[in-house]
């Protein structure tokens, strides 16, 4: 009885001392995921208890190393600088030319000098205020003998009745929702420029374009679902209050945001006050027919399982994560795990360095990854089978999530279109974590909305390199344009 208790006191504290390193790491401890070996027969001065890289295997390929060839100095450059040294810069970049004259060229005796040449020094320079006033003055006149006056109409401008220019209205989008400036900061710094206008008019200001943008991201959410693959992933935000009687307002509620990422480079957010199912059968249950990946939530594995024409594939580095919350525990077990991991990613790396797509990527994978995935999980069975893990151990966790998800974590094999991961899409969503630590919350479910819209424009800019601020210069001025007259008001 007492060896018993002794047993589960042992377990129970096991437990929390898990949890406690899993927010001290959090918290303190590094972000990335990246695996750090020590060197094979060189031992570790800081971190004794990790265990050492195993060494390759004897029959591995190996890789040619390129010939090193002694640089001439100046970094060869095919982005468009014009400058190759010190200070560089795009002929987009506004340059202000300063002359400085010597004493000898502007003397009394400076008709005794030649130039011969210039020396350029090029600094980079910030001016107290980037706000302009654009002051628009239109004749009014009449014809001789006529009493009726004449002006010419005002010029084109995106919102009706705005006092805002369209390079405005660009400029508060870019700085909220790209580089995560709140419009209470860009408030300051217009008033700061000597410019008087209230916060809310710039609140307005950006839901009136926001609404012009909208039909964008719904033509391109269209767009989306027309993928062949997709992959799909939510993260939470805090938007709306909970309805409570009296003057104050409740609490904040929860809702997510569930970015979509399609096959020819291009993400939307939609938002849902739900964690739920529904929310998945809503976006994709109509216009969705391809394979869907994943993270281990139910709630895809669920609704994929529901559709004929619907192919689950889940991500591996999500499974990849389970294992390292088990390293600290069992150091060799995980790292063996890891470096069976590792090795689908060399032929990931290897599929790409060789531009391999189509037919040729599937036969590559199915011949050099899928003998590496089925001694994966015919090692993870082994691992249960061997005895002396207990159901609330991290690593068996993780042995059993993989196996469990063994015909979802393989379909990229049979399908070269399909990545391992969800990584692309997890770089794409991180503005959102980003933003969070800047403007926290949405003060509505309709500003979530919003904030999805612009997001989708923004993360789908950078992945065809493209700048947001003259996308949407053009596309206010687009939708402005083709906008029923009382659309805006």
């Known amino acids: 009885m007492l060896r018993e208790q002794l047993g589960a006191q042992a377990e129970a504290i096991r437990q929390l001392t898990h949890q406690l390193d899993w927010f001290k790491k959090q918290l303190f401890g590094p972000k990335s995921e990246k695996q750090m070996f020590d060197l094979p027969g060189q031992d570790s001065l800081f971190q004794p208890e990790e265990a050492p890289l195993p060494a390759p295997p004897a029959d591995e390929e190996e890789r040619p190393i390129k010939a090193y060839q002694r640089g001439t100095g100046k970094k060869q450059r095919d982005d468009g ?58 004749p009014v006149f009449r ?16 919102l009706d009745n705005s006092l805002a220019d369209v390079s405005l209205l660009a400029g508060l989008l870019v700085d909220k929702f790209q580089f995560h400036l709140p419009l209470y900061r860009q408030h300051q710094r217009i008033q700061q420029a000597g410019i008087t206008i209230s916060r809310s008019t710039l609140t307005n200001l950006v839901k009136r374009v926001i609404d012009l943008l909208r039909p964008i991201v719904d033509a391109q959410t269209d767009n989306v679902l027309r993928s062949r693959v997709l992959a799909m992933d939510e993260t939470p935000i805090k938007a709306g ?12 509620k929860s809702g997510w945001f569930w970015p979509l990422y399609g096959d020819a480079d ?6 849902s006050n739900s964690r739920g199912r529904a929310h998945i059968e809503a976006i994709l249950s109509e216009s969705f027919n391809g394979t869907l990946i994943s993270d281990g939530y139910a709630a895809y594995a669920r609704y994929a399982a529901a559709q004929e024409n619907v192919t689950h594939a889940q991500c591996w580095v999500h499974s990849r994560r389970y294992f390292i919350e088990a390293q600290k525990d069992h150091p060799e077990t995980v790292t063996e795990a890891l470096q069976r991991i590792a090795a689908l990613y060399r032929n990931e790396e290897t599929i790409r360095t060789h531009g391999l797509t189509g037919e040729k ?10 003998p590496v995935v089925s001694g994966f999980f015919q090692w993870c069975r082994d691992q249960l089978a061997s005895g002396g893990l207990v159901p609330s151990d991290p690593l068996t966790k993780a042995l059993n999530y993989v196996l469990s998800r063994e015909a979802s974590l393989s379909v990229f094999l049979e399908n070269p279109d399909v990545q391992p991961d969800t990584n692309h899409l997890e770089r794409a969503l991180r503005p959102i974590p980003m933003g969070k630590k800047n403007w926290m919350f949405c003060w509505t479910e309709l500003g979530a ?7 989708s424009l923004i993360s789908t800019c950078k992945l065809h390199n493209i700048t947001p601020t003259l996308t949407w210069w053009t596309c206010c001025n687009a939708s402005a344009s083709i906008r029923p007259v009382t659309s805006a008001t």
């Open 81 to 138: 600088c014009l400058n190759d040294t010190g200070l560089r810069f795009t002929s987009d970049v506004p340059v202000e030319v300063i002359e400085y004259l010597p004493p000898e060229l502007t003397g009394p005796e400076a008709d005794q000098y030649e130039v011969i040449g210039s020396k350029t020094t090029y600094r980079l320079a910030q001016r107290a205020s980037s706000y302009v006033v654009l002051k628009v003055e239109r």
């Open 143 to 158: 014809r001789k003998g006529s009493d009726k006056p004449i002006t010419t109409p005002a010029p084109f401008n995106v």
């Open 241 to 252: 209050h909970q309805g409570r009687a009296g003057p104050q307002k409740g609490k904040l």
């Open 266 to 271: 291009e993400v939307v957010f939609t938002y």
């Open 361 to 370: 990527k599937r036969q590559y994978r199915l011949e050099h990854s899928k």
């Open 449 to 455: 909305e919003h904030l999805g819209i612009i997001q």
